[in-house]
């Protein structure tokens, strides 16, 4: 199997201040994770690619300095949304690619976390 | 920048009738994937297409990558309520990343 963990689900934070969201793999390494972020009734947008053990690269338009990431080992992701704003408010989502570069390219997500910004 | 055009991107249709979602590109992709998504979860991939002219089955899915890798499309057989949900399309590019399609809402009616 290939399953990918979010902690929390769910949460309701206060303007200003900052949430932090986990991404795990349960039963394979990944090398590579995948920070997403959903609006309702639209598709996924890519806010920034993690590899183990280096900085993550961030999508045009994403601010590093306000979702950092952290990908301290091969089987966990941390978002953080720093001084959150209720315009942060939205489904986010990780995911994590198995198998080798240069194979099929095969991104396993995971549950998702609705935050909440009050 | 590759763009992945996904259509229709609504659809509702009766129980039993057969429909048909599309994903275009001018680009090549080296994989395409379908996943499907429910309210308040994260996409559940459903195939990976890696070889032009490819078909794949799932049950009354059927999922074919066009001969050029440039396109793919997603046939659903005698549908029922349980397939309902966010479809949605996402080709792999040179970078190994994905691009998404829109998604298709798709609603079926008992």
Request: with cysteine; net charge neutral.
């Amino acid at each position: 199997g290939a399953v990918v963990s979010q902690h929390p689900s769910w949460v309701i934070c206060k303007s200003g201040t900052s949430v932090k969201i986990e991404c795990r793999s349960l039963d394979f390494q990944a090398t590579t994770m995948f920070w997403y972020r959903q609006f309702p009734k639209q598709s996924l947008m890519l806010m920034a690619t993690s590899n183990e053990g280096s900085k993550a690269t961030y999508e045009q338009g994403v601010e590093k300095d306000k979702f950092l990431i952290n990908h301290a080992s091969l089987t966990l992701s941390t978002l953080t949304v720093t001084s959150a704003h209720p315009e942060d408010s939205s489904f986010y989502i990780c995911s994590a690619r198995k198998g080798v570069l240069g194979s099929t390219d095969t991104q396993y997500f995971g549950p998702g976390t609705r935050l909440t910004v009050l | 920048t590759q763009l992945l055009e996904q259509s229709p991107q609504f659809l509702s249709i009766q129980e039993g009738e057969n429909l048909t979602v599309y994903c275009n590109s001018s680009s090549v992709f080296s994989s395409l994937q379908w996943y499907r998504q429910e309210p308040g979860e994260g996409p559940v991939l459903l195939v990976t297409v890696v070889t032009g002219g490819e078909v794949k089955k799932l049950k009354r899915l059927t999922f074919q990558f066009g001969d050029a890798r440039k396109d793919s499309s997603l046939h659903i057989t005698a549908a029922q309520p349980g397939d309902t949900g966010l479809y949605l399309c996402a080709g792999s590019d040179s970078n190994y990343q994905l691009i998404w399609g829109a998604g298709t809402k798709l609603i079926i009616k008992p």
